[in-house]
């Protein structure tokens, strides 16, 4: 059985940072795609950035580049999103998702894994 936690949400003032994390546990050997999405309230999931496994390829929604990274820590088994300058219309609940399809990830379509969220803040 695949689980992935996410941690690391909370309240922050515009322009701070926060550092989330979702650590995976079951069976992951060969996951080709870790991506993360966000889900403001009463609004559509969307997607937020996205990694190959290996780390070797990122992408990120335009709402959030230069602002956000993500990496991952394969020892671990663990994936990150750095946010930094976050803005008020970051808020949201925020999803770790795994697939072996870069595309599905990218897509958001058919994603097999997901996480069960982590609600981040951002006040004005």
């Known amino acids: 059985q695949v689980q992935l936690v996410e941690s690391g949400g909370g309240l922050v003032q515009a322009g701070g940072s926060l550092r989330l994390s979702c650590a995976a546990s079951?069976?992951?050997?060969?996951?080709?795609?870790m991506g993360w999405f966000r889900q403001p309230a009463g609004k559509e999931r969307e997607f937020v950035a996205a990694?190959?496994?290996?780390?070797?390829?990122?992408h990120f929604a335009d709402s959030v580049k230069g602002r956000f990274t993500i990496s991952r820590a394969s020892a671990e088994n663990a994936v990150y999103l750095q946010m930094n300058s976050l803005k008020p219309e970051d808020t949201a609940v925020y999803y770790c998702?795994?697939?072996?399809?870069?595309?599905?990830?990218?897509?958001?379509?058919?994603?097999?894994?997901w996480g069960q969220g982590t609600q981040v803040t951002v006040s004005s």
């Open positions: 079951g069976h992951t050997f060969g996951w080709y795609a």
């Open positions: 990694c190959t496994w290996s780390g070797g390829s990122t």
């Open positions: 998702a795994a697939d072996l399809n870069w595309n599905a990830i990218l897509t958001m379509r058919l994603v097999n894994y």
